[in-house]
């Protein structure tokens, strides 16, 4: 089984013969961007300790499945792919002498996965990212336990590799390289030495991360058990602590032109459907200082767009102390202003905001600068008054749509995303009729749905009143077939538009299209651009920008030539 597929052209990957000495390690990580950051950490800490990468599971003295446990299909996702690198081990004539589950699965059920899965040697939970050292082997004290428990205090500190885990280290192109020939903007200052890119060295940033201070509202959570995890068989009772820095080593797993930076960790917010405090701790921030040194160094390496993500953005900064200067606190709008004008810097955009801190500031930070992303993915979660309030997330429809109206208002043809739950305890037709409603008046430009999951350890799993499942999946199918007819009238308004596009390679259903994406999409969540002429190329390079007209429009993706 091959552990990856998006090797780049003219990356850095690993030797093919493995040295002497040095194990070879393969990655699977499952989940979200933010998993896929830490996925990349540990890759980082291996590699520096002088593990090597393989894309390949068969060859592979180490194997490490990074979980998700977010909601019933991530769990079951997650432990099919832990039996299946077992057979690795066991069945399939593999090399694989360990096996090391990782992440959110780990947080909730490391006893069960000791008692249940035996083959596996170690795990690693989300705060842990430090321990994968000694999970693999690596510096690790001596043992007569068969399987080892990492915890925090033992810690100084879709699909394979999203079902598709490689290990690029995004050098920069050579210096006359196709990607770079096209840039026009590309400026000698953004170029790391050939030297360093051709040592094989995992790229290292600057500062450390300096310690934040708990939101308010996230030690009134605390206060009032948000966070508990005693009923959890085996969770460690100190919750994750760790928020890598811009000094931590990472092997970026994204093509080459795009990457992930996670400007915070956990959440203080008190949603009844979700358990990510749990498993992630506290709200925290990064330095501003930091997430901007991170930044120069991925776009010295050929990095064009940058995707900030946390939990929730929006709060980035409100755990950090004030500046010495002003007396203020970071913002996410300060982030943005920081970051926007670095020289080399195409894309810029952020994931997820929260609907009560959409401020003006933020909408005018955005507006103002050409890089940012006019995009806003702001998951409301339902639009009855009801159900949010059983949520306990607060809200109406209404109030949503004057949010909505204000960002539209304030930021020209702004792209809207969000995503909503149905069929959550305690949702009647009625209230599902108004969310419907609510979707039609509001004409969201993407959209995601998901079956309401009961996930014991959230508040809502004590509920009463809960949705048969076959009543919410036709709530589903019946939300997204109307969602389906708004995005094929906004699509039809695209044709004719001319736009640049990131071009990313050959489609991934036909080798007759190549495919991209413009700035109104974000990277493996929304649609995208289909090329089918190349205009005055010959070739395309994937990861390079193009000018290009879109001529077709389909449900959610669009048909491009290329222009220049």
Not at 118 to 128: L, M, N, S
Not at 546 to 561: G, L, P, W
């Amino acid at each position: 089984m091959s552990l990856s597929s998006t090797l780049e052209d003219g990356a850095a990957p690993e030797t093919q013969s493995p040295e002497p000495n040095r194990p070879t390690v393969g990655f699977v990580s499952l989940g979200c961007p933010k998993n896929l950051v830490d996925s990349e950490v540990m890759m980082g800490l291996l590699h520096r300790g002088g593990a090597q990468l393989t894309p390949h599971a068969e060859d592979a003295d180490i194997l490490v499945v990074n979980t998700c446990s977010f909601i019933d299909s991530a769990k079951q996702e997650s432990v099919d792919t832990i039996l299946e690198m077992v057979q690795h081990k066991i069945a399939n004539g593999g090399r694989a002498q360990r096996l090391i589950v990782a992440g959110c699965l780990v947080e909730r059920y490391r006893d069960e996965i000791r008692a249940n899965i035996p083959e596996v040697d170690a795990v690693v939970g989300t705060g842990e990212l430090e321990a994968i050292l000694e999970a693999a082997g690596l510096n690790r004290p001596a043992t007569n336990s068969p399987f080892q428990i990492l915890t925090t205090a033992q810690s100084d500190a879709v699909q394979i590799a999203r079902h598709a885990s490689s290990v690029n280290q995004h050098s920069r192109p050579e210096s006359d390289g196709p990607q770079l020939q096209h840039e026009v903007h590309t400026h000698s200052n953004s170029v790391i030495s050939t030297a360093a890119q051709r040592s094989g060295d995992t790229p290292v940033f600057g500062t450390p991360a300096a310690p934040s201070h708990s939101r308010p509202e996230g030690d009134l959570r605390e206060q009032q058990g948000r966070f508990s995890r005693d009923t959890w068989d085996g969770a460690t009772a100190t919750l994750p602590t760790y928020l890598y820095s811009d000094e931590t080593p990472r092997i970026l797993t994204t093509p080459r032109s795009s990457a992930y930076i996670k400007i915070a960790e956990g959440c203080d917010h008190p949603c009844s459907f979700c358990i990510i405090p749990q498993l992630r701790g506290k709200f925290r921030s990064r330095p501003l200082s930091s997430i901007v040194a991170e930044a120069k160094s991925l776009i010295a390496q050929g990095v064009r767009e940058i995707t900030l993500i946390g939990q929730d953005t929006t709060c980035y900064g409100e755990d950090l102390l004030p500046d010495t200067t002003t007396g203020k606190r970071p913002e996410l709008a300060d982030l943005l202003d920081a970051l926007a004008p670095l020289e080399g810097l195409k894309w810029l955009r952020f994931l997820y905001a929260y609907p009560n801190k959409i401020t003006p500031r933020l909408l005018q930070t955005i507006a103002r600068h050409d890089t940012i992303a006019k995009y806003l993915d702001v998951p409301l979660q339902h639009a009855s008054a009801n159900v949010l309030r059983r949520m306990k997330r607060g809200g109406t429809g209404d109030r949503f749509l004057q949010i909505i109206a204000a960002a539209r208002k304030a930021i020209p043809n702004l792209v809207l995303r969000t995503s909503f739950i149905v069929g959550f305890p305690g949702e009647t037709e009625q209230d599902f009729e108004e969310l419907c409603a609510f979707v039609e008046a509001a004409k969201i430009d993407w959209l995601g749905v998901f079956s309401y999951s009961d996930e014991e350890g959230a508040g809502a799993f004590s509920l009463d009143e809960k949705v048969p499942k076959r009543t919410i999946e036709a709530r589903r199918r019946k939300l997204m077939k109307l969602q389906q007819k708004i995005s094929k009238r906004a699509r039809k308004q695209w044709i004719g538009r001319e736009l640049d596009i990131l071009v990313e390679g050959e489609s991934e259903e036909t080798d007759l299209l190549w495919q991209g994406r413009s700035l109104d999409q974000a990277p493996e969540i929304d649609g995208k651009v289909l090329i089918n002429d190349f205009g005055p190329h010959e070739e395309l390079v994937p990861g390079t920008f193009y000018r290009a007209q879109i001529t077709e429009s389909h449900d959610y993706d669009v048909v491009a030539r290329i222009l220049d």
